[in-house]
């Protein structure tokens, strides 16, 4: 039986970001990324905290039949992870099976290490109702160490601008995407987590 890895994306992106990962291990672990609430497929109406990600992840790892099976999660899916496995191994959220958690530069259960300047910048970003080519260019860039090739580079931006594209609902007081931006942008990414749940 191939195990399985749940895959938790980061902010601005969606589970596309592990296609090549899931390619490239395919018939020795079977990749299943999730889409957090807001980004990829994902509605934002299903949940904007952390804890709301946290009970989305658990519910789609529970009904998935997976018997044993791996967390990974990337910065913002990091933070998820994190919560999800704390409360895989406490009991609390009733699963089992988990075997291993990957964290890639994850966010930190503490409040998150960004300026009030950088993340005025993304929320200005959103401002005008889109996030085009040349914000999610300058996110991507500012978030790699060094210049990908093209082909990645491509997929990379892409989901960043692709999870921010329709923000009607927000406009008109719904739950829109650009509501779930500014909820991880603001509150979100100053949550901070202990074992009984967030904090502030």
């Not at 260019?137 to 990908?148: I, K, R, Y």
């Not at 892409?158 to 609902?169: E, K, L, Q, S, W």
């Amino acid at each position: 039986m191939t195990a399985t890895a749940f895959c938790l994306h980061a902010l601005g992106s969606s589970s596309e970001e592990f296609a090549a990962l899931r390619a490239r291990l395919s018939g020795t672990v079977d990749l299943v990324g999730i889409d957090l609430p807001g980004f990829g497929t994902s509605s934002a109406a299903t949940g904007t905290t952390v804890e709301e990600m946290a009970v989305l992840v658990e519910r789609a790892i529970g009904t998935s039949g997976a018997t044993e099976w791996a967390l990974v999660g990337r910065s913002m899916g990091g933070k998820v992870a994190s919560v999800v496995a704390g409360r895989t191994m406490s009991g609390a959220n009733g699963l089992f099976g988990l075997r291993a958690v990957v964290l890639l530069a994850a966010s930190p259960l503490s409040p998150e290490p960004m300026s009030e300047e950088r993340r005025q910048t993304m929320l200005d970003w959103a401002a005008d109702h889109e996030i085009g080519p040349d914000e999610a260019a300058a996110f991507v860039d500012a978030n790699t160490s060094g210049q990908l090739s093209p082909e990645p580079y491509a997929t990379a931006v892409h989901p960043a601008t692709m999870a921010t594209i329709d923000y009607d609902g927000f406009a008109n007081g719904g739950d829109g995407v650009r509501k779930q931006g500014f909820q991880l942008l603001g509150d979100g990414q100053r949550e901070a987590w202990e074992p009984g749940g967030p904090t502030r």
